[in-house]
Structures are given as C-alpha cells and as structure tokens.
DNA sequence: ACGCTTGTTGAGAACGGTTGTCAAAGATCG
DNA sequence: CGATCTTTGACAACCGTTCTCAACAAGCGT
C-alpha cells in the first residue's frame, strides 16, 4: 500500500517540475529517454495517473484526444489557457465563471456539476515563429 | 464534389433529430440497426464528420475520450449542460462567459482564441433512477 | 549487510474508439 | 439506359492507453 520511491518515479517528477508547459505522456517519455534517464512509457503513464490522482498535476485534453499533464503551481482549483502549438500555458482564475456554472447547472435541476473551461490559442512565440 | 443524398445519410440524420440527447457514433450505429435501417459503422463515423464539418451538429468528447454528437436547436455559438449518465441536454447561453473568456486570452498576448466550456451533472431522472 | 516481502517495472499484447482501404454498389445526369 | 463518379461497408490499420506477468528492487526486520 505504501507507495515506494523509485528511480522513474523521481525522474517523472522532476522532468514535469522542469517543464513548464502541457505535455503528453509520450512526450514526457521521448524526453526522458532522450537525457538517458530512461523510463518505460508503461511506468510513465501510471506514474502521471498517481499524480493526477494525488491532484498533484492537472491533467487536460487536447483537441485531438490525447491527454496533457502539467505541474501547476497552485493546488487549488483553477483553469488554463494553452497555446495549442507548444503547450505553453498560462493559469487562469475565473471567480465569476465558477459562481456562473453552478448557478446554471443548479437552475436547471442537475446534480454533481463539474464544469470544463479550457482556454486555446496560439502564444506570442509561436505566432512569431509562424510569421518568419 | 456534390454531396448526393444516400439512404445512409438521410438515416443518421433522423436518428439524430429523434434523439433530444448527445449520443455516441456506437450507439447511434447500433439504434440504426436496432430499428432495421442498417448502417455501416465507418459509414455513421462520415456522415457525422460531415454534419460537424457542415456545423449541423455539435461535438463534444465525454470524460472517458469519446465523441458526443448532438444536432441543436440553436446553430448559434452556445454551450451544453449534458447528463453524464444519459446525455440528456440543456443548450447553455453565456455572453457574460463569452467576454471573460476572449478578454483573459487576449491579456496574455494569445490569438486565435477558442474555449471549451461544459458543464456535466446528473440530471433530475437519472438521479431519481439511482436514489430506488 | 542480508534476506524477505511486496510494491514496481517494462516489453509486449490487448483494448477501444476512430480512420483508412478498396472493390462493389448506387446516385446523378445526359 | 449507360457512363461517371461519389458513397458504401467489411475489414485492416492506427494510436493512445491499459493490461499482463515474470523479473526486479525498495523498504524493513534481523
Ligand atoms: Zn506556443
Ligand atoms: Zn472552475
Ligand atoms: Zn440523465
Ligand atoms: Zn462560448
């Protein structure tokens, strides 16, 4: 039951603490494969799903399905904007989004409301990168 | 280049008007064939395609990764509070959303904005469903 | 330091939703 | 009706993710 720390569960940590932007499990293996400090994706994929599970990182999907995850800095609930190129990301509060979605939801005589606000764009960077 | 109209085509969209509710390409496949008006599966994942491309019904992906259609009153920019359990809908209006949204994107140097924004609950049937 | 116990790893198979393949079927038009 | 050219559907391929299970190693008591 004790959950015991291993060498790719440090490395996970520490790869997600480096990045600051939304990153695929897939990418977070190449990466860790590619600085050597190899890890199977099968152990990456259940080190991200304990994570997640601990509300230790967020977890978001992008567009075409597959699943991103990020260390945010806050622990408390808050949403993202996401450059949708390079997974740079941005932490949002939306004080009045979140008293809207329950207010909505309760009116309509729902229960257990969960709400999914995400923000996509194309960040300064890479729009300047796409101009060139 | 002209889009001819199949007895397949003309099925899933009346399956799709009947339903009130957000159903998957599976499950309509299978109330198509339930009904006796039989539906190649790779065929419904088209005509959906088609319909969402065309913004004749509205798409949306479920927690676990699959693809929700729904053909809505509203052609309209709107947003869903759906049932989790059945997929039961409310079309949502947020102007007050809406702006939030594009000012918060826009202070942080980021274009081409969109949002997804939906919320999810059980609705007041399933709930009494579960309560017996 | 040394086993023991038990959680963890990783290569590969399995899974599930979705998309691609391509020969046969059929919608449209002259 | 016949020619044309899109659409269909059974099936394979795809891709992200999860499962399997024997080998491995963290933590612990000695
Ligand atoms: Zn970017
Ligand atoms: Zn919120
Ligand atoms: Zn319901
Ligand atoms: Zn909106």
Redesign the pocket.
Known sequence: ?????????TAVVEALDELADFR???QLHETLRARGE?????????????LADASEVDVL?AE????LYRRCARREHHHHLVCRHCGSTVEIDGPTVEAWASKVAAAQGFDDIEHTIELWGTCADCRAASVS
């Open positions: 039951m004790a959950a015991r720390m291993t060498r790719q569960r695929s499990a897939q190899s890890v199977g994706l099968a152990t990456v994929y259940r080190a991200l799903q304990a999907r075409d399905g597959e699943s």
